[in-house]
Each structure stands twice: as C-alpha cells, then as structure tokens.
C-alpha cells in the first residue's frame, strides 16, 4: 500500500513533465509520433497481428491442446511447464516480443497452465523474432550477415538458460489438472496420441463457438491488442525524442561512462546501453554505430544484452497484457536482465569460436529505413514458428519412444 501511495504522484508528475517537454518541443513530438505510428504500421502490425488470430483460432479449435498433449513429455520434465507451453515458446521465439506474453495470457485466462507456470513461461519465450535479429540487426545495422549465428546463439541460448533457471521459480504443486508437476504424464501403450486426440476433442466441444464467431472475436481482440501495441510504441517514441531533444539523454550517456569501465566495457557503449534501456531498435542500431574504435565483439554482445532486455516499450507491452491476469510482472523483469548478463556473457565466451573478424567497424552512415525488416515478416515467422515446433514435436516423440523401450525393459524383467 506504502508503494502505491508514493508510486502514484511520482507516474503523474513524469507524465507532467513529459507533457511540458512535449509542448516545448512540438515538432520533435510529431515527428517521433509519425515514426512509431510507421514502425507500428509497417513493421509490427503485419508480423505480429496474423499471430494474434492463428493462435487465438487454434485455441479455440483444441489443436493448441492436442499439442500440448503430445509435448508433455519435452516440456515438464524439462522447463516445469505443461506441453501446451511448447507451442507457445515455438511461436514466441519465431513471431518475437510480445506474442507469448499473449499466448501465456490465453493459457491461464483457460487454466492450462497456473499462475507459477504462466510466469516461468512467459519469463524464457520472451525474445526477440529471427527476421528482426538476422536482417535489421545483423545484416541491416552491422552490415555483417556472419553475426546472424553468433548473436543467435547467444540471444536462444540464453532463452533456453533462463528457462532452465526459472524452473525453480514457485513452488512444485501435484495433483493438479493442469499438470504443474515436473514430471511427464505417466501414458503408455501406445495411448499419447489418443489422449492427445481426446483433449482436442474436449477443448473444442467447452469452447462451442462456430468458426465464423470464432474468427470475428479472434480479429476483434486481436485489433484491440494491436491498438495498445501501437499507442504504446508511439508514446515511447515520443518519449525519447523529447528526452534527447530536452539534453537528459545525454546526461544518462555520461552518467553510464563512469560506470561501464568498472565492468570492463569501452566507455562508449554508454549510448546503446542507454537508449537500449528505452526501445530495443534504437539500441541496437547505436550498438552498431558506435565509436570505431570499439572491438566488433563488444558491440555484439552489446546489442545480445540489448535484444534480450527488449527495452521498456517491449515491457510496457508485455504488462500491459499481464494486467489482464494474474499473472506478475517482476519474475519477467527479472529475468529479462538476468537474461541480458547472460546472453552478453555467453556471446564473449564463444566469439572465439566462430573466427570472426573482431576489428571496429565503421559507423553507418545513415539510420536504415524500416523497411529493411519489414517482411513478409509474418509469413516468415510464421514459417519458423513451425518448423521450430516440428522439431519440438520430433523431440517430444523421441523422448516419448524412450519412455516406452524402458516400460517394456522393466516389464520383461519384472
């Protein structure tokens, strides 16, 4: 209660502020609006809205259920989350922020998953989509396509660590229907498949909506979520250009100088790591164009810091989404910086590895235009989404074969 009373006036005097810094900069505002109203339009509307509908549909339809019936035995035993969490991680990591907060939101508002597992879920599937990491960040701002696996490597497998650590998140519960147990569903015989069939079956029947309701209110809460997505950018759009157009950015860069040195970092990465904090692309794109004298290796590692914070407009998003469950906010916050250290640090130790050039390169010359990411990104995602849930399928089905050679092994020797 303390909180909310001091946390109160302090939101409603920043807004305040930002209203004066808005008025005394009014042409830098529009312009910023117009910039994030385009980024929205272009770049995140097309990639992240045909998400949005599919996964709502295939709620609906029990297929996220059957699926997660088949991927029990990857998921639980491994991340402490239901199988059906295998589908969202699949489409999280393939559509980028903040699609699995929504899918995560959808799984509780249904109790597929409890409150603990929606938390560690949303926490480690949280990242940034393939397209946007290999074309805008690797090949559009580092001009250097040979970064797309190292940094890919970095950003995943730190997902995959954060997943790993956040199974200890929340206490272990058994006995519950929506399997918060770490252990697989004990189904042999053969009978995976049928069970699998059986929960589409159920979910489809609860659910009882016709396929042209079904699709008319996947749309319209889809277009409703976009809208949030997209005030939000723009706000913080908006939001940086008057700190920068006002000097404070530039106090928060020689603030971070002083302390980027006690850590072993140049200096000069004060301006990514700052502008990072607020808005991922802008970040990123200063982690490029930093001073030439900085070795490649540390630029990268700042934008796999950078990528995996995903900026206070991704949280802000994310949040947003959240609020409408119970699901907290602090464990993701949490663990997106934790998630940051990581994929920084693990990006150091295997650059040498990959015998990359690490001499500085030059700052770009111009800011790219969005349409350097802008895509068919939808129908690219969409195509790593599944293919990245074939290979979860595979996995699981593997492990599933496993299960049952040790079944028949005991068997025969009992």
Do not use: C
Request: glycine fraction near 10%; charged fraction near 15%; hydrophobic fraction near 55%.
């Amino acid at each position: 209660m303390p909180i909310s009373r001091l946390g109160l006036p302090i939101i409603l005097l920043g807004l305040a502020a930002l209203s004066l810094l808005a008025l005394a900069f009014p042409q830098s505002s529009l312009d910023a609006a117009v910039r994030g109203l385009t980024i929205w339009w272009d770049v995140l509307f097309p990639s992240l809205f045909p998400f949005f509908v599919i996964s709502e549909v295939l709620l609906g339809f029990g297929i996220v259920h059957f699926l997660g019936k088949l991927l029990d035995p990857l998921m639980k035993p491994v991340f402490r989350i239901p199988g059906s969490g295998g589908f969202v991680a699949a489409m999280g990591f393939a559509a980028g922020y903040p699609v699995s907060a929504r899918l995560t939101a959808k799984l509780r508002e249904q109790n597929l998953v409890s409150r603990e597992e929606g938390e560690r879920l949303v926490s480690f599937t949280t990242s940034s989509d393939p397209i946007f990491l290999i074309g805008a960040v690797s090949v559009g701002f580092f001009h250097n396509s040979k970064l797309a696996g190292v940094l890919a490597l970095a950003h995943y497998g730190g997902s995959i660590i954060i997943g790993l650590l956040m199974r200890f998140h929340g206490r272990p519960v058994t006995g519950q229907p929506n399997g918060n147990t770490a252990k697989a569903d004990p189904i042999s015989e053969g009978s995976r498949l049928k069970a699998a069939v059986l929960a589409m079956h159920q979910a489809r029947i609860a659910d009882g909506r016709e396929l042209g309701e079904l699709l008319r209110q996947a749309i319209s809460s889809s277009i409703k979520l976009m809208t949030i997505v997209g005030g939000l950018v723009v706000f913080f759009s908006v939001f940086l250009e008057v700190l920068s157009a006002s000097g404070l950015m530039t106090s928060l860069y020689e603030g971070l100088r002083f302390i980027l040195p006690v850590i072993g970092l140049p200096s000069a990465l004060s301006e990514p790591f700052v502008s990072g904090l607020f808005e991922v692309t802008l970040g990123a794109k200063n982690a490029a164009a930093a001073a030439s004298g900085i070795p490649l290796s540390y630029k990268a590692a700042a934008a796999a810091f950078i990528l995996s914070w995903g900026g206070l407009s991704v949280h802000a998003q994310v949040a947003s989404i959240l609020n409408a469950s119970d699901l907290r906010y602090m464990p993701f916050m949490i663990a997106r910086f934790i998630h940051a250290v990581i994929s920084a640090a693990l990006l150091l130790m295997i650059w040498p590895f990959f015998g990359m050039d690490n001499q500085a390169m030059a700052p770009l010359p111009a800011p790219l235009p969005a349409t350097v990411y802008r895509v068919d990104s939808g129908i690219g995602n969409l195509g790593y989404g599944l293919s990245m849930l074939v290979v979860l399928l595979i996995v699981s089905f593997f492990l599933i074969l496993i299960q049952k050679l040790r079944f028949r092994f005991k068997t025969r020797r009992g």
